[in-house]
């Protein structure tokens, strides 16, 4: 099983809602990552968890809140958004890094979230 | 900072024929991984093929190999035999061999939108 699930899909929320962004594997990874991607951009790296520690915050606003309760699932937890946070948000997962070592980060397909 | 230019914002190309992306990138380090992923409009970013820095042999995953130029600083992809499934954004990456705090860190390029014309 080489999958990364995302749930939800879709998520259209207003600026004084809370809403969770969900990512689940189940490959052993310990290595969980969090990306933006706007439209026709590349991804951009949010946060990296190593071992469930945050480990990488790419100075992301505090709106944006991650959670690792576990090995196999990562949270973003949402509040407060803006509409230019609108964006397709990834997860995605690896082996943990280590010098003179190289995994694949797999992808997950994405949550297409839209703030009001 | 490590830089990745990819030049071409979007190509097309004939079924059956063969079609090379080009990504050139910035780096003072010696020790480091280039990527090429795949992201049809379905979304899910795939991994297309991989190239550490220290060996000198250009990587192929079947109808996809790069032209690797260390010296240049490039790290093109060719695809031979395209087809209709190939129809999709293809982002260069690198990522550093010196992990320290930068734990995966993939750095993008802007990607270029293949069309595949049947």
Not at chain 1, 76 to 89: G, N, T
Request: hydrophobic content about 30%; proline content about 5%; aromatic content about 12%.
């Amino acid at each position: 099983d080489t999958e990364v699930t995302q749930t939800p899909k879709h998520l259209v929320m207003g600026m004084t809602n809370k809403k969770s962004l969900k990512c689940e594997q189940h490959m052993g990874h310990r290595a969980m990552y969090w990306y933006k991607q706007k439209a026709k951009k590349p991804p951009e790296l949010m946060f990296v968890y190593s071992y469930e520690k945050l480990s990488i915050n790419e100075s992301v606003p505090s709106r944006f809140s991650p959670e690792c309760p576990n090995s196999s699932l990562l949270n973003l937890h949402l509040h407060a958004l803006q509409p230019e946070d609108s964006a397709l948000y990834l997860c995605a997962s690896s082996q943990v890094l280590f010098v003179g070592t190289d995994y694949e980060q797999y992808f997950g397909p994405g949550t297409r979230l839209t703030v009001t | 900072a490590q830089t990745v230019t990819q030049s071409q914002p979007e190509m097309s190309v004939q079924e059956a024929e063969t079609v090379t992306l080009s990504c050139t990138y910035d780096t003072s380090e010696s020790d480091y991984y280039l990527f090429w992923y795949k992201q049809p409009p379905s979304r899910q970013m795939i991994l297309v093929i991989r190239q550490e820095a220290y060996k000198q042999q250009n990587a192929t995953e079947n109808r996809f190999s790069v032209n690797f130029q260390k010296a240049a600083k490039s790290f093109s992809l060719k695809i031979s035999d395209s087809q209709l499934g190939d129809a999709a954004m293809y982002f260069c990456a690198y990522r550093s061999g010196n992990y320290g705090g930068s734990q995966g860190n993939l750095i993008f390029g802007k990607g270029t939108k293949l069309s595949v014309k049947p």
